[in-house]
């Protein structure tokens, strides 16, 4: 045998691979992908969630932030208030615990205030005039999202502040109105005209010199119910009891003057949702020994988001589950025991209890004030909400509404959502063409994630005031993160469905078939010697490249 000659079982010279294209060999090929992460699929206000912790984490604070306001422009607000569905999709939560996407929202949005950064308007002045009616998350967001698409904006509210429910529904110790006022005021800076202590009665008036108009309307009017109660009862309801102790620190003065409103000692509360665990809560910071919740079904078909429920039983206030109200009067309240039936729906079971109670608050709901819509053309209601399209448009042209005033569930979060949808349709109609979003990328689910590349890392928990401080005064319950615990938190995201570049399948591939394109840029496979083994994807973290057939 010669030097020249070859063993039977060897084929394949040396140096001779890259002339035999290994790649050939292959019947099916690795392709990157970029799927829906959970956390952005939950979020009603449409964040790129995965996106700006990907930039938190770098540290790029400041690029963070200004990614979040391409959606939202309230980062520090909804980081207090948000109730955070985009954690509970969050795939880590199966891991150990889910990231603190709210924490790092709200050090983000806070280092914002602090830092005095501030969003620009570059597009070009359309010569157009867009009217919102109500300076709530709905039109403040929408305002801020039509300003920057380049519309004129006046924003009129019924109200002596802006802010809608931000401001007189929730309780300055779950959102700050430095905050508040911080980020409202940056809205403002941008060139949104505000017209406050106008209530517009009469629309179509109102729209004279304005091209389009977006409604966004609170539910300021608290729901009332038949309760049997004597002339000395004192019954309110939760939504004036709320906004009362607002006008106060607000009054014409211009002093802080938060002098309560008189609800006495012993207070009942009846309701189930958030509204009644911010009037029990309240009403033990305005002095009440006692505050009782009354709610007919139980806890578990009770509205309010468990986060309200174990924070006002942390302070001290009561809940009575299966219970309803049957008579009121100076000095107590009598009580009907219910139970639920095959259905779960409440039925009385003639068994009574007394209650002490100087106050009775009602917090059965709200409905927004739809008269204004009195006289519009096309515009249809049903059981007190406004009817709109995949548009966010009225039956009448050019009007368009989101908020309280159309169907979805009533928080700022999906306010915020409805008024840059809004924001982006009323562009699109104003131009005289239409908005589409385009389709959705399929879902990152856990079982795409190769988490043994993850160690252990439970989430870290915002600091409270101490509870005896939290029965004397309103200071902000639930403090924010500092700068380490905000960048570890924003390291502990997956990156579900996305590529971010860690190097494991240039690693692991046996044939170098993966090439690095350079930062940011990612990577391309060389089909010529990719043999389709399938190694790149299972030890790919986030889930990210996907096999599929061989062309052929």
Known sequence: MT?????????????????????????????????????????????????????????????????????????????????????????????????????????????????????????????????????????????????????????IDSASAPGGMMRFGIPRYRLSRHVLDAEIGRILSMGVQLELNTTVTDLAKAMRGFDAAFLAVGAHIGKRAYIPAGDSARILDAVSVLHGLEDRALDDSGTDDTTPPLLGRRVVVYGGGNTAMDAARTARRLGASDAVVVYRRTRDRMPAHDSEVAEAAEEGVRMKWLSTIAHADGQSITIERMRL??????????????????????????????????????????????????????????????????????????????????????????????????????????????????????????????????????????????????????????SCGNCFECDNCYGVCPDNAVMKLGPGLRYEIDLDFCKGCGLCVSECPSGAIEMVPEIT
């Not at 989430?459 to 380490?484: C, H, N, S, W, Y």
């Open 341 to 494: 039936d095959e259905t779960g729906f409440p039925r009385p079971t003639g068994e009574f209890e007394e209650l002490a109670a100087d106050s009775v608050v009602l917090a059965l709901g709200q409905e927004a004030d739809l008269s204004l819509l009195a006289g519009l053309p096309g515009i249809e209601e049903e059981q007190g909400v406004v009817k709109v399209g995949q548009n966010m448009m009225t039956g009448c042209p050019g009007v368009f509404a989101g908020g309280d005033m159309v169907p979805a569930e009533r928080t700022v979060t999906v306010a915020v959502g409805h008024g840059k949808k809004a924001a982006r349709h009323i562009d699109a109609w104003l131009r005289g063409g239409s908005y589409s979003p385009g389709a959705r990328h399929p879902l990152a689910d856990f079982d795409l994630l190769n988490t043994w590349y993850y160690s252990d890392a439970p989430a870290t928990v915002r600091p409270k005031l101490d509870l005896a401080r939290r029965m004397t005064t309103f200071d902000e319950v639930e403090r924010g993160l500092d700068e380490a615990t905000a960048l570890f938190e924003a390291r502990r995201c997956l």
């Open 3 to 155: 030097m020249d000659d070859k063993p039977f079982a060897i084929t394949l010279g040396a140096g001779s691979s890259q002339a035999n294209k290994t790649g050939a060999w292959r019947t099916e090929r690795a392709v990157y992908v970029d799927r829906m992460p959970p956390c952005n699929a939950a979020c009603p206000a449409g964040e790129n969630i995965q996106r700006w912790l990907g930039l938190a984490e770098e540290p790029s604070y400041e690029a963070a932030w200004r990614q979040i306001m391409e959606d939202n422009p309230f980062p520090a607000i909804m980081g207090r208030v948000c109730y955070r569905p985009c954690e509970t999709a969050c795939n880590r939560g199966k891991l150990d615990e889910a990231v603190g996407v709210n924490s790092v929202e709200r050090f983000l949005g806070d280092e914002a205030i602090k830092q005095g950064w501030t969003m620009p308007v570059t597009a070009e002045p359309s010569g157009r005039r867009v009217l919102v009616i109500g300076a709530g998350p709905a039109g403040l967001s929408a305002a801020y999202h039509l300003t920057r698409l380049g519309h004129e904006v006046t924003v």
